[in-house]
């Protein structure tokens, strides 16, 4: 019986290194799968991981019918056996429940790899929509670190330096588009930091403060006693 399983990480977890590996290992057994990515860090369609390694994927354009899709292919002959959906947290909730349909009533497997939050700690709709349909939700243990050494839980934007918790909910950073006026980059967290927004830079400079503090403090004149 086909699944609809969610492997739900922050940023820097592994997650796209994962479905790489995933799909290698099914390929391994002579099974035929299609993947998906969208906004990859390294351009249209392209399934890519922080190690480097790179595969060709279909692009998931907003208005891509999963369903459409795979059906096409099955009857133009192909084999499908499973599906890799990578950046799922950027697919509409109508994108989400077509995966769930395929798992259903074609049973091909979907192994759907995503952010579960965004920046503002609030959950991403495609995320959201797997947590609701998926038989299984697993949760990728964390190895990225926030720079005060405890395990990263949360995703901060940080623009131009500075961590910001407003704006629009989907910006792609570190992308192949250096013309941006603001520079967007992503960094992530402990959630005591994010909360107090408190990212590597803004630490880095109270840091540096602190070093300058105890003289500011001797300078001030101290109360007689008594
Ligand atoms: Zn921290």
Not at 68 to 78: N, Y
């Amino acid at each position: 019986m086909a699944e609809l399983i969610f492997f739900a990480g922050t940023m820097d977890c592994g997650k796209s290194t994962l479905a790489l590996q995933m799909d290698h290992n099914h390929r391994a057994r002579g099974r035929v799968g299609i993947i998906f990515t969208r906004l990859d860090r390294s351009g249209e369609a392209v399934l890519s991981s922080r190690l480097g390694l790179s595969t060709s994927a279909v692009e998931v354009a907003e208005e891509l019918d999963f369903w459409e899709t795979v059906v096409a292919s099955l009857t133009a002959g192909a084999r499908v056996d499973y599906l890799i959906c990578d950046e799922a947290q950027f697919y509409t909730r109508e994108q989400v429940d077509q995966l769930a349909r395929i798992v259903d009533e074609l049973d091909i497997e979907v192994f759907a790899f995503g952010i579960t939050s965004d920046f503002r700690t609030e959950l991403f709709p495609g995320s959201q929509r797997l947590i609701e349909l998926a038989d299984r939700t697993q949760v990728l243990q964390v190895s990225a670190l926030c720079w005060c050494g405890r395990r990263a839980t949360h995703n901060a934007r940080v623009v131009d330096g500075v961590m910001v918790v407003e704006g629009e909910q989907v910006v792609v950073g570190d992308t192949a588009e250096p013309a941006r006026e603001s520079h967007v980059e992503y960094e992530v967290l402990c959630r005591r930091h994010h909360m107090r927004r408190m990212n590597s830079r803004a630490a880095q400079t109270a840091a540096q403060s602190a070093d300058v503090l105890p003289f500011d403090l001797d300078a001030c004149p101290v109360p007689p006693p008594g």
